[in-house]
């Protein structure tokens, strides 16, 4: 029976005490509405910090993507691997790097983790084409492996193959955007163009991919490394390479394997310093995980900042309201409001404001977000519902903390100085 | 309404005993009340005068409960208020009295009704709507019940302050100088709601300096000092408040100071 009368007591209760609370937030409402210049002003630090938050959580989080979508574009297993020069604590070279295509063939046939590989020239040249010229195209000399190992494809023709790479062969693929440049169609195909003056026959055309950090992989021409080798026989015993792993998982053990081919290869003692550099994703991803702490942290500078000045400015101008509505205070008081009613009236008003000060930031993050997509070069950007969570927290959290001593300011005032109050 | 037989009195209201208030002002003490000894009964209209310093706005204070007394016992409705918390204070006031104050002290920017309401959500009170229609409806304010203070005039508003006094069903209604920002005329208006309230069988007390205010009441208890220096017809001895129209009418009305 007693049991019953408590949940009868709780379940009028609960509704009430929702009402009372709808009614503090009306109130609150209302008060911001009747001094809308000042509130707007009060909650400026909030707009600020949470338009930042917005804003900066959106752009990391679309580039996090981008950079993600990129990796898996490169195929997953692949790592490009380079000479590099040894230097000492001076920068003098201790010992000069080679990587021939001896190095490449043993890596191939020795290292079990390694499916395929695929040499590596790194080049610029000037195309021409009829009367049209691009100079400062990217030069790639690669073999028949390169589709599969950076999971790039032609769309139209055909890319070379292993006789084309034996030979030498003068072909070429083409990127997309070397093609807008020279300003014709796919008509191109099996035509014949200039690199540095030599002729080449177009044989491909490269799916177009987009730019990446600045580098458009578009703007590309692809020869057999072998041709590329009679434009620059220097390269001969600087050659990179691509490395396919059979796996994924596969790359540690593969990174193994070809490092302990390389130094065996090139007479490395225990303790010398390798010869040569590895390029792998995660080193990307570390990459870009620098750029996103920095960006965090210049975050998180700033939103402290402002949420700082917006909580003061909160604090203020509610010390201002209570000491305004001291009469308002005592009536209440009179009619029977208890300390926590009038502490729970004026905690709400702040966190309503601070919480207004967080939606018109919100608003402004998805405008501003929306202006810088309609950037061509700008990532996808998205504003994750996680951020608006967070900021919609941070500001209540601010009007809360910032609150409670105007709140229990107001709650403490004796009724009958708050009415004798003028 | 009951009528009461001179026999057995109506019970009373407000029991003050040897009441004692006394503030600290800076290193002085003050002693505002010196031993106020006081009853009034159920539908009693009693008007307390006093010159400024006599003690009645700390009478009225410790009768709203929105003070206490340093000594002496103060009974509202037979329960002993004097020595309860801030937060009983507040129950109480909730619940038991209605104020009415000079200056109205009506919420702005918040309209008749919900002003009357005010009261009955600090109690948790089913039906608010309904019992602040009600209100609203005996001070004859019903078709005012949307405006906003600053859309009525003076009357109206101490009329909207009256229902909210009332919109908890109070044991007493206390007013303080409730016509004292208004002209005569007004002024006798709202005297007319609570003449008509006190006939309804509402128990009302007055703290004026207004004789013409004064003379409505049943009852004048004046003060001086923090005493009671006179004080024509405790409400047990009369044999209880009767409606205006009782024959004794012309008995207790006081002679003009």
Redesign the interface.
């Known amino acids: 029976m007693r049991a019953l009368r408590l949940v009868i007591a709780v379940l009028l209760?609960v509704p009430?005490r929702v009402?009372?609370m709808l009614?503090n937030v009306w109130t609150a409402l209302?008060q911001i509405w009747?001094n809308k210049i000042r509130s707007l002003l009060t909650v400026l630090g909030i707009i600020i910090a949470v338009t930042s938050i917005i804003t900066v959580v959106s752009l990391v989080e679309g580039f996090g993507n981008y950079v993600t979508n990129f990796l898996r574009g490169l195929g997953t297993n692949m790592m490009v691997v380079f000479p590099q020069v040894v230097r000492g604590p001076r920068g003098e070279v201790l010992r000069r790097a080679e990587m021939t295509i001896e190095d490449i063939q043993s890596v191939d046939r020795f290292a079990a983790a390694i499916r395929r590989t695929s040499p590596l020239i790194f080049g610029s040249a000037t195309i021409e084409y009829g009367r049209q010229q691009v100079t400062g195209v990217t030069l790639r000399g690669t073999n028949e492996f390169f589709q599969p190992i950076r999971n790039f494809y032609v769309d139209a023709g055909r890319f070379f193959g292993a006789v084309d790479v034996e030979a030498g062969a003068p072909v070429c693929v083409l990127g997309r955007e070397v093609l807008r440049k020279l300003e014709c169609d796919e008509s191109i195909v099996s035509d014949y163009v200039h690199l540095d003056n030599q002729r080449f026959q177009v044989v491909g055309l490269l799916e177009s991919k987009g730019s990446f950090m600045g580098e458009n992989q578009d703007e590309m021409v692809i020869i057999p490394w072998t041709a590329g080798l009679k434009m620059y026989p220097n390269y001969r015993k600087y050659l990179a390479f691509y490395v396919e792993s059979m796996s994924e998982k596969d790359i540690p053990e593969a990174e193994g394997q070809l490092v302990r081919i390389l130094r065996a290869r090139h007479g490395l003692k225990t303790g010398d310093v390798n010869d040569f550099g590895i390029f792998k994703q995660d080193q990307i991803l570390q990459e870009f995980n620098k750029i996103r702490l920095i960006a965090t942290s210049v975050l998180a500078g700033i939103v402290s900042i402002s949420l700082l000045v917006g909580g003061i400015g909160i604090m203020n101008v509610m010390l201002v309201s209570v000491t305004e509505r001291t009469?308002?205070i005592?009536?209440?008081?009179?009619?029977?409001?208890?300390?926590r009613?009038i502490l729970l009236q004026f905690l709400t008003e702040a966190v309503v404001l601070s919480t207004v000060g967080g939606a018109i930031g919100i608003a402004l993050g998805y405008g501003l977000i929306t202006m810088a997509a309609m950037h061509p070069n700008m990532v996808e950007a998205k504003v994750p519902l996680w951020s608006v969570a967070l900021a919609l927290g941070f500001s209540a959290g601010v009007g809360i903390f910032f609150g409670i001593i105007p709140a229990f300011k107001a709650a403490i005032i004796h009724?009958?100085d708050a009415?004798r109050h003028e | 309404m009951i009528a009461h037989s001179p026999v057995t009195p109506p019970a009373p209201v407000i029991e003050l005993l040897d009441l004692h208030k006394v503030y600290r002002v800076g290193t002085e003490l003050v002693h505002a009340l010196r031993g106020m000894t006081l009853t009034i009964r159920e539908n009693e209209y009693v008007a307390i005068m006093g010159a400024s310093g006599s003690g009645k706005s700390t009478l009225l204070n410790i009768l709203g409960c929105l003070d206490v007394p340093t000594g002496g016992v103060y009974r509202l409705k037979g329960q002993d208020v004097s020595k309860l918390s801030q937060s009983k204070l507040a129950r109480i006031r909730g619940r038991m009295i209605g104020f009415v104050f000079q200056s109205f002290e009506l919420l702005p920017r918040t309209t008749a009704l919900k002003n009357v309401e005010l009261p009955l959500s600090y109690t948790r009170a089913r039906q608010r709507r309904q019992r602040a229609i009600e209100a609203l409806r005996r001070v004859s304010l019903l078709d005012r019940a949307h405006h906003r203070p600053n859309q009525l005039s003076g009357g109206q508003k101490q009329r909207v302050a009256i229902a909210r006094a009332l919109a908890q069903q109070p044991a007493i209604i206390l007013a303080d100088e409730p016509t004292g920002n208004l002209d005569s005329a007004t002024g006798e208006e709202i005297m007319d709601i609570l003449d008509r309230l006190h006939a309804e069988g509402q128990t009302i007390i007055i703290v004026t300096h207004e004789t013409d205010v004064a003379r409505r009441c049943r009852r004048i208890v004046r003060l001086r000092d923090g005493q009671v220096v006179s004080d024509n017809g405790d409400g047990a001895r009369l044999g209880a408040a009767a409606p205006p129209t009782h024959v004794e009418q012309s008995q207790q009305v006081p002679a003009p100071v």
Do not use: Q
């Open positions: 209760y009430d009402t009372a009614g209302v009747a009469r308002e005592g009536l209440r008081k009179s009619v029977g409001a208890h300390r009613d009724p009958i009415l």
